[in-house]
């Protein structure tokens, strides 16, 4: 999980815990504008001249968020992985075996494979080199191929072109027949002619490219953000090298699991207690489609589930995942039920008892994929669900029969998941009946705003009664909503469902917001586009605000899925000369400001809680959209994030230990 900032009037900041992406807008009745009776241009017309045609690779710089998602530290990463993904596809073509990045000191990446190397010779239609094609034209490559490629993430054929117009330049070498190759393009077009440079014994491709900055905002790679990625396709593709050096740092990471997804599995558990020390694994191949899982139960109470296809993270799913959780749940309870292990069971057992402390991997290879978009982030197929269905039942069936000790473990765990679920389900009727009672509607302690459109509303969530009271004050009324919450909230990474549902400041919380959570979670009937956390600039602000989180992830995925949820940032100082004041968020700031004002007779106040400000001042520094700046928590990577939630907030104390002592002398603002 990922935050960073942007504001809309001051310096942006960014923060050290989740760091992300995107900016702050919002919808006042200032800025709102109307087409509902709206005059047209009389002096314009519309005809074929305003028609554009945006000729080769031009459409791909004129929109680059439409191919890479966007021109932030995300597509720019997203560029590494497309040049990546190539040489993962000659691997699973069989062909390749070590896979290379490096970060150069001057801004470039390289990405190097021994894979077949791109062909050089000339391409019957272009009348160019087939290489010279691949780089420098939309839908174009062997991934059309089912020959060149059976199974292929990159099936769009607009990987490495994208990456090259949107370049400030590309060089690529190809070692195929003895002999290397060179050619170099500059913002997607082609500027020298390929041409040999050496001779070689070895075959595969290179591809060294500098991000354009008339496109990219961030030019910064993250070491740390390229190497979990290059970990995953590792842990996916058993047995292959991958390597990353960063140059600028010296920092280098190896990556070979020969393992394979049964090693990505104890690595995401590895901060947890396992019910049972061997993960249940199974593969199998039907009509041309591989489906590969492996499993493993932990004694905690949140779902870890990861699905591929063809090496693509489907973070929305699709009907593989659907599949995989209806054969899962099936099997499950069909065999509880034939060993007995339900008869005291008064309420059905379901799909979410059975996933309870469930961590998992699934990857499919897919001849012929359909994704949806080109993010490829959901898996369409429709004859894949029931094949996926079919290989987990039956590997789950077999590993049964063979462990009965591990599967009463599983079994057991259900039940007692089954027994939370009910009461938790009690105690949701208990909260609703009293919601009645006392008049039904919305929270009391909710400041709502007048405003019922959620594109225009947001939500702050406010420590504290007297920090909320100075946020009504100082709000803005029209689209500006208040919910303080009295102190620290439940850690729901130790809790069940039951528990959590017994803690009134997360009922209060799922009431204003309106979605429910878990299987109930609708994003459709959210109240507010914009979830503000507001807390303390100090330690405790920070763990509640830490706890928020946790629960916004375990509970609540969809809205930092959808880009809902932001963290304000209020000042930690003000210096203040005569009539002018500075508000500082650092002690660098609140430094530099006391130099600037002459030290002489320089008042300086450190705000020990949000409650310290004036409404006037809370408005000004943290709340006025033209002036503040928010955090905008994103999840770049859902399996760094799970792993920081368990470390941070789980029952494990050694993993929590390390992590402070590792970062110990990163703090950057220590009450002490």
């Given at each position: 999980m990922k935050h960073q900032a942007e504001n809309s009037g001051g310096t942006g900041r960014d923060a050290t815990l989740f760091d992300g992406v995107e900016g702050d807008s919002v919808l006042s009745d200032d800025n709102v504008k109307t087409v509902e009776g709206a005059v047209p241009d009389a002096g314009h017309h519309y005809d074929a001249s305003n028609i554009q045609v945006l000729k080769g690779l031009e459409g791909v710089r004129k929109r680059p968020a439409m191919y890479i998602g966007s021109t932030g530290a995300r597509g720019l990463h997203h560029c590494v992985y497309e040049v990546v993904d190539n040489s993962i596809d000659e691997a699973l073509a069989g062909y390749c075996d070590a896979v290379s990045v490096e970060i150069h000191k001057d801004g470039t990446v390289s990405v190097q494979d021994n894979g077949r190397g791109i062909p050089v010779d000339l391409h019957a239609v272009e009348k160019k080199p087939a290489v010279e094609v691949?780089?420098?034209?939309?839908?174009?490559?062997?991934?059309?191929?089912?020959?060149?490629?059976?199974?292929?993430g990159g099936l769009h054929g607009v990987g490495v072109s994208v990456v090259n117009a949107l370049s400030e330049?590309?060089?690529?070498?190809?070692?195929?027949?003895?002999?290397?190759?060179?050619?170099?393009?500059?913002?997607?077009?082609?500027?020298?002619?390929?041409?040999?440079?050496?001779?070689?014994?070895?075959?595969?491709?290179?591809?060294?490219?500098?991000?354009?900055?008339?496109?990219f905002e961030d030019l910064d790679f993250s070491f740390d953000t390229l190497s979990q990625r290059l970990r995953e396709l590792a842990f996916l593709n058993k047995g292959i090298t991958i390597d990353i050096t960063d140059e600028r740092t010296g920092k280098r990471h190896d990556f070979q699991y020969k393992g394979g997804i049964v090693q990505f599995v104890k690595h995401l558990n590895d901060?947890?207690?396992?019910?049972?020390?061997?993960?249940?694994?199974?593969?199998?191949?039907?009509?041309?489609?591989?489906?590969?899982?492996?499993?493993?139960?932990?004694?905690?109470?949140?779902?870890?589930?990861?699905?591929?296809?063809?090496?693509?993270?489907?973070?929305?799913?699709?009907?593989?995942?659907?599949?995989?959780?209806?054969?899962?749940?099936?099997?499950?309870?069909?065999?509880?039920?034939?060993?007995?292990?339900?008869?005291?069971?008064?309420?059905?057992?379901?799909?979410?008892?059975?996933?309870?402390?469930?961590?998992?991997?699934?990857?499919?290879?897919?001849?012929?994929?359909?994704?949806?978009?080109?993010?490829?982030?959901?898996?369409?197929?429709?004859?894949?669900?029931?094949?996926?269905?079919?290989?987990?039942?039956?590997?789950?069936?077999?590993f049964f029969e063979e462990n009965p000790p591990v599967a009463r473990k599983i079994t057991d765990k259900i039940v007692s998941a089954?027994?939370?679920?009910?009461?938790?389900?009690?105690?949701?009727?208990?909260?609703?009946?009293?919601?009645?009672?006392?008049?039904?509607?919305?929270?009391?302690?909710?400041?709502?705003?007048?405003?019922?459109?959620?594109?225009?509303?947001?939500?702050?969530?406010?420590?504290?009664?007297?920090?909320?009271?100075?946020?009504?004050?100082?709000?803005?009324?029209?689209?500006?909503?208040?919910?303080p919450i009295k102190g620290k909230i439940i850690n729901v990474e130790k809790a069940r469902l039951d528990k959590i549902l017994g803690n009134e400041e997360i009922r209060t919380i799922i009431t204003a917001l309106g979605t429910g959570i878990d299987a109930e979670f609708d994003l459709g009937k959210l109240r507010y586009h914009k979830i503000i956390l507001m807390s303390d600039?100090?330690?405790?602000?920070?763990?509640?605000?830490?706890?928020?989180?946790?629960f916004l992830f375990r509970r609540l995925t969809g809205l930092v899925d959808a880009?809902?949820?932001?963290?304000?940032?209020?000042?930690?100082?003000?210096?203040?000369?005569?009539?002018?004041?500075?508000?500082?968020?650092?002690?660098?700031?609140?430094?530099?400001?006391?130099?600037?004002?002459?030290?002489?007779?320089?008042?300086?106040?450190?705000?020990?809680?949000?409650?310290?400000?004036?409404?006037?001042?809370?408005?000004?520094?943290?709340?006025?959209?033209?002036?503040?700046?928010?955090?905008?928590?994103?999840?770049?990577?859902?399996?760094?994030?799970?792993?920081?939630?368990?470390?941070?907030?789980?029952?494990?104390?050694?993993?929590?230990?390390?992590?402070?002592?590792?970062?110990?002398?990163?703090?950057?603002?220590?009450?002490?």
């Open positions: 691949v780089m420098t034209t939309l839908h174009s490559g062997g991934k059309f191929d089912r020959e060149s490629y059976k199974v292929s330049f590309l060089e690529v070498e190809v070692s195929v027949n003895g002999t290397v190759y060179h050619q170099r393009y500059e913002r997607g077009l082609t500027k020298t002619p390929l041409k040999e440079i050496g001779k070689t014994k070895k075959t595969g491709t290179k591809v060294t490219f500098k991000p354009d900055s008339q496109i901060n947890k207690e396992p019910l049972h020390p061997k993960p249940v694994y199974f593969t199998r191949v039907k009509d041309g489609v591989e489906v590969e899982f492996a499993l493993q139960y932990n004694d905690s109470y949140v779902e870890t589930v990861f699905s591929y296809v063809n090496n693509i993270n489907t973070i929305e799913g699709g009907t593989h995942l659907v599949g995989f959780r209806s054969a899962l749940t099936r099997t499950l309870v069909n065999y509880a039920e034939k060993e007995g292990y339900l008869k005291n069971i008064k309420a059905a057992v379901t799909g979410d008892d059975v996933r309870e402390g469930l961590t998992a991997v699934l990857s499919v290879k897919h001849p012929d994929p359909q994704f949806e978009g080109q993010t490829k982030t959901k898996l369409g197929n429709s004859e894949v669900k029931g094949l996926v269905e079919s290989v987990v039942g039956e590997g789950l069936r077999e089954a027994r939370a679920r009910e009461a938790a389900r009690k105690a949701r009727d208990l909260a609703r009946r009293k919601s009645v009672l006392d008049g039904g509607g919305l929270p009391g302690k909710l400041a709502d705003c007048s405003s019922d459109v959620p594109e225009q509303c947001e939500l702050y969530i406010v420590e504290g009664d007297s920090a909320g009271g100075s946020a009504k004050q100082g709000r803005d009324r029209r689209f500006q909503a208040i919910l600039a100090d330690v405790d602000g920070a763990h509640i605000r830490t706890l928020l989180l946790t880009g809902h949820v932001y963290i304000a940032q209020p000042p930690l100082f003000l210096v203040r000369k005569g009539k002018e004041e500075i508000y500082c968020f650092n002690e660098l700031e609140r430094d530099a400001a006391s130099e600037r004002l002459g030290k002489k007779n320089v008042d300086i106040q450190r705000y020990k809680g949000l409650g310290d400000m004036n409404p006037d001042q809370l408005w000004k520094t943290t709340m006025d959209p033209e002036t503040r700046t928010l955090l905008k928590v994103n999840m770049d990577d859902v399996v760094e994030a799970d792993q920081m939630f368990t470390v941070l907030m789980g029952e494990q104390v050694e993993p929590r230990r390390a992590f402070i002592e590792k970062h110990a002398l990163s703090v950057r603002n220590l009450d002490i």
